[in-house]
């Protein structure tokens, strides 16, 4: 095991951008763009792109290693910033890998990459198209990298403890691309530009470090997204477990996964820690599930047509008032809705607690949603408590809310 040298904050100045409008975010973030570019090709010692593929070559030769990555992502708005964190453990063997990431695990064999949520206990099988490039995992691959556009920027030792091999730093533009979010109603992703920095062992072939910069825009927002990612431990010892890259057995193959219910909430997840949830609120405020350690959080899942939910919203809007101030923290999340109308709505409407969009915000999948108004209790220690369909009124909201340790009268 060793730990791993990271990128200094003036490894990668010159690709942020702050964002006060749309437009002149998209032009200064291409003018830095276009300055990084020429200033790296100008520097270059060897073409990169060949580079690249040769790195990538010496890594799929390993036997067999194990990798353990830190990654950090913060969205940045002209009004607010928020950050995420999550660990990645990723273990190849000579072009096949696997990789988790929270309850999340994809498995690529060689021929089928496998998409596969453990608290659903389904997965999803993708064919790999003969003859096409096979699909690298998140920490080799965030972004699409056009690697025929690369650039190296210097040679530098690596900063490992132990033997310290020598590194490159090569840049890359990011191709831009469009996708449609799962579990959000149609809405798409888009992908404006980009470009990204990594940092790689010349022996090896390794990922030490990465730094991808993203405009993104999602429905009526954009923002400008950061992802870090550093490599924490890395081992090649010990014969490489062949069970790890197999089709998941005990699971059931979907087409896509379905959709979560609060009978399956509360089958699977109840007593165990929530999934944390990274959101911006329709004010531009950032949210996070761990901001309220020590509060009872309501999850409120709703939709301005659905009837039900209109029925509940005076009652959550005095459980607010009420308890609010005390223990209690309310988060409306408006299910496959655009801005435009859920603001109309809530003019009519107000409502004290925050109101989130799922079509600007990715969210996990116990989080996808579709039978409104759905309800997820979370707990004082963020364990999920319980859960509950349908229009419930104040009484029994506030039972439900009791349940998982609110004190009310």
């Known amino acids: 095991m060793v730990s791993a040298h990271t990128l200094g904050r003036h490894d990668h100045r010159s690709f942020r951008f702050d964002i006060e409008s749309i437009h002149g975010t998209i032009v200064r973030f291409l003018a830095s763009l276009a300055t990084l570019v020429v200033a790296v090709n100008a520097s270059a010692q060897t073409p990169a792109r060949g580079l690249w593929s040769e790195l990538k070559t010496k890594r799929e030769k390993l036997p067999g290693l194990h990798q353990e990555f830190d990654v950090t992502q913060t969205s940045k708005t002209s009004r607010s910033s928020r950050s ?59 972004g699409d990298p056009d690697w025929l556009k690369a650039a190296e920027v210097r040679r530098q030792p690596c900063g490992l403890t132990g ?7 090569l840049d890359a533009p990011l191709k831009p691309s469009t ?8 809405s798409t ?49 010990g014969p490489v477990d062949a069970s790890l ?62 009837r039900p939910c209109r029925a509940d919203g005076p009652a959550l809007e005095k459980l607010y008032r009420k308890y609010g101030d005390k223990d209690l923290m309310i988060v409306g999340i408006s299910v496959g809705e655009q801005r435009g109308i859920v603001e109309q709505f809530l003019r009519q409407n107000p409502r004290s607690y925050p109101i989130v969009l799922s079509t600007e915000n990715e969210m996990p999948m116990p989080y996808h949603i579709s039978a409104l108004p759905t309800y997820i209790v979370i707990d004082r220690d963020g364990a999920v408590a319980t859960a509950a369909q349908g229009d419930q009124g104040y009484e029994d909201l506030r039972k439900l809310l009791k349940k998982a340790g609110l004190e009310s009268e």
């Open 189 to 237: 992703f888009k992908l404006l530009q980009g470009s990204t920095r990594v940092m790689l062992d010349t022996e090896t072939g390794l990922l030490i470090s990465s730094t991808t910069v993203q405009l993104i825009n999602i429905g009526s927002r954009f923002y400008q997204s950061d992802t870090a990612c550093t490599l924490k431990r890395v081992s090649y010892s």
């Open 245 to 306: 890259f197999r089709r998941p057995s005990g699971m059931r193959e979907v087409n896509e996964f379905d959709r979560w219910s609060a009978a399956k909430i509360r089958k699977q997840l109840a007593g165990k820690p929530a999934l944390e949830l990274a959101l911006t609120d329709l004010k531009e405020n950032p949210l996070a599930l761990s901001d309220f350690k020590g509060k009872t959080v309501l999850l409120d899942f709703w939709a301005t047509w659905c």
């Open 84 to 142: 995420a964190q999550r660990q990645i453990l990723l273990d190849i063997s000579q072009e096949k890998w696997r990789e988790q990431s929270g309850s999340s695990v994809r498995i690529f064999d060689g021929k089928e990459l496998f998409l596969i949520e453990e608290h659903a206990e389904e997965y999803v099988r993708t064919k790999h198209k003969s003859g096409a490039q096979n699909p690298e995992s998140s920490p080799y691959g965030f």
């Open 179 to 186: 996708r449609t979010l799962t579990g959000t109603h149609s």
């Open 163 to 169: 033997t310290d091999h020598g590194c490159v730093v």
